[in-house]
């Protein structure tokens, strides 16, 4: 057991679990493998369709906004969002000039069209939503 004075955190304020990880796992990658599969052979394609499911399914959890949020608008960003998101496409894609290739944030990412999305009745939405039958 280790213990730490701060946790890694991400640029919009969670806790980076990617970095505590990545002492414990090294070269492997902490990705899931199916069983009877080796870790250095690829997924099938349903395989990589079931595991995108899975993530949008949990991203979902976070596209309605809570009611604590000091923006209440659908798919708002703000700026310490747009600089992880270049920061993890950055690391993902191994490039690491990429946040001097974009520059300014603002040159990639806007919110000019946030308040046009979101000119429609939520709570009308919420009561289709409920009142929905299969």
Known sequence: M????QLPMTGVGK???????????GTRSP???A????QDE????????????TILRRRKENWIRLPDDPDQRWDASTRAEWESWIRISSESTKNSDLPRQIGEPAAVF?????DEINDFDK????????????
């Open 2 to 5: 280790k213990f730490v004075n």
């Open 15 to 25: 806790v980076d679990k990617k970095t505590l990880r990545a002492k414990f796992w």
């Open 31 to 33: 990705c899931r493998v």
């Open 35 to 38: 069983p009877g599969r080796r």
């Open 42 to 53: 690829r997924p099938t394609e349903e395989e990589s369709r079931r595991e995108i499911e």
């Open 110 to 114: 806007t919110n000019e069209l946030i």
């Open 123 to 134: 709570a009308a939405v919420v009561r289709q939503a409920v009142d929905f039958k299969l």
